[in-house]
């Protein structure tokens, strides 16, 4: 059963942040157009965001910080956290010992470094759900699809539909009135003060 919500991938939500010399027209178009409280945010993607800042944070503390203060304000607002269940984890065990997605989670140069899955849990999430993706990665959910059946993939930076999504689904505005608006998290940010600066916005429905 497909889901009224958009499931924004890490690679579209580090765009909502970025300063305003680094911001995509067609993403940031893209978020100020999804209706109220249709936001759904993967686990995977807080774990690749907080990481992500906690890394700059010792060689850029100001900048480090920013992300972080953004990442703790968007967490207060109206976006929903699918949980990441029992079916989720193991769906993820499954695409783990599937061949072709090995590369998610080992790499195959000499020099080793981590790496987390955290696509595969991400398109999990989407599957047990049924809730589309909004992704800048197409490649990487293409070759989970080939196996895994994604219920759809759009690229807000092509402004194209990669994989249909489900027959009836729809974006549609949920009414959440005890948290803020998500979209007031939409940057631009100006590192130089420290400061988010981050306006309300009046966006269109989509």
């Known amino acids: ?46 774990f690749e965001l907080r990481r992500g800042a906690l890394i700059l944070s010792k060689t850029d503390p100001v900048r480090g910080k920013a992300l972080g203060r953004w990442l703790d304000q968007l967490l207060e607002t109206d976006i929903w956290l699918p949980s990441v269940n029992i079916e989720v984890r193991q769906l993820v065990a499954v695409m783990s010992i599937t061949p072709e997605l090995a590369g998610f989670w080992m790499t195959s140069s000499y020099r080793s470094r981590m790496k987390f899955g955290c696509d595969p849990e991400i398109a999990a999430t989407s599957i047990v759900h049924g809730i589309p993706i909004a992704s800048t990665d197409v490649s990487d959910y293409m070759r989970i699809n080939r196996f895994f059946q ?45 400061e988010d600066d981050l306006d309300d916005v009046n966006t269109p429905k989509m």
């Open 1 to 46: 059963m497909p889901v009224d919500f958009i499931l924004l991938d890490t690679s579209v939500l580090s765009e909502a942040r970025k300063t305003a010399e680094e911001l995509n027209e067609s993403i940031v178009t893209f978020l100020r157009n999804i209706p109220i409280g249709a936001v759904a945010v993967p686990s995977a993607a807080i």
């Open 150 to 194: 994604i219920p759809g993939l759009y690229c807000p930076l092509r402004g194209k539909w990669f994989i249909d999504p489900p027959e009836g689904w729809r974006l549609r505005e949920h009414i959440q009135p005890v948290r803020s608006d998500w979209r007031r998290m939409i940057g631009p940010i100006d590192w130089r003060s420290g």
